[in-house]
């Protein structure tokens, strides 16, 4: 565990930052700048464990190249989103309740670390290896296929809530006719495209299977906790009695996008 707690030092991962950050949101019961506190944190970690741990290979610049790519495009789009919409269904429930809102605040440094953790070890860790290896190859293709599709289904999701014609109903063009969550899709595939191209550079088993916490928990955290199963039940709750919406549910794949199911709703 000695290297966690390094990488957590270097990476300046602390309470106090986010607390400072509370300090404003929680009293006013804002979200407004989690997402965006979230982004940056990303950028400035990745970037100096980046610049304490050199000399580097293309790879390991290759891959902090990547986070800030992902964490710059997400977090801007992110802070527009609830400048626009003026709030974050997520936290409806959550900032009304004081202890509970900063104690998503002060989790938000360790959702930072465990999404960063391949390319930190890297960083860190990492056999400085000059040449290309098919996992390379295969991380950055799951990458950029992951990157297009959630840029992509962000847009078509924006341009859709935009159209005042389209006011009180749901998406279900371009990516979203394959996907209930397309943006998730590419959110996942993102990570495991980072995993890919970190983790055939650690010395150790261990290492490893630490990189692997990554997508596992992106993939578990969409799929189970604040993605998914939130989107779902907001769904239920204002489309559940239609038939469009029972039948785009049972035609269309939760997450991958896939051709749609045969399957008729009575």
């Known amino acids: 565990m000695e290297f966690l707690r390094d990488i957590a030092g270097s990476s300046d991962c602390r309470l106090p930052?986010?607390?400072?950050?509370?300090?404003?949101?929680?009293?006013?019961?804002?979200?407004?700048?989690?997402?965006l506190t979230g982004s940056i944190t990303f950028a400035l970690v990745s970037l100096l464990v980046y610049s304490i741990n050199g000399p580097v290979s293309?790879?390991?610049s290759l891959l902090t190249m990547l986070v800030w790519l992902w964490c710059i495009r997400l977090g801007v789009f992110l802070f527009l989103r609830i400048i626009e919409c003026r709030d974050d269904k997520r936290f409806k429930e959550i900032r009304v309740n004081a202890l509970r809102f900063l104690g998503v605040w002060s989790i938000q440094g360790l959702w930072v670390l465990l999404t960063v953790l391949p390319v930190l070890l890297t960083l860190k860790h990492g056999a400085h290896s000059p040449q290309v290896s098919p996992l390379d190859i295969a991380g950055v293709s799951l990458w950029v296929i992951g990157y297009a599709m959630e840029?992509?289904?962000?847009?078509?999701?924006t341009q859709f809530r935009r159209d005042e014609s389209k006011k009180g109903q749901f998406i279900q063009s371009g990516l979203w006719f394959y996907s209930r969550h397309p943006n998730y899709c590419g959110e996942i595939m993102i990570w495991f495209g980072v995993f890919c191209v970190s983790v055939h550079t650690l010395p150790t088993t261990s290492l490893k299977c630490w990189a692997a916490v990554s997508p596992v928990f992106v993939a578990f955290l969409l799929m189970f906790v604040s993605g998914v199963p939130l989107l779902e039940t907001q769904a239920e709750e204002r489309w559940g009695k239609t038939k469009a919406w029972q039948e785009y549910k049972a035609q269309t794949s939760m997450v991958l996008p896939m051709p749609k199911h045969k399957t008729k709703v009575a």
């Open 151 to 157: 840029v992509t289904a962000d847009y078509q999701k």
């Open 17 to 35: 930052r986010y607390w400072l950050s509370a300090l404003y949101a929680v009293p006013i019961q804002n979200e407004r700048y989690f997402d």
């Open 58 to 60: 293309w790879r390991e």
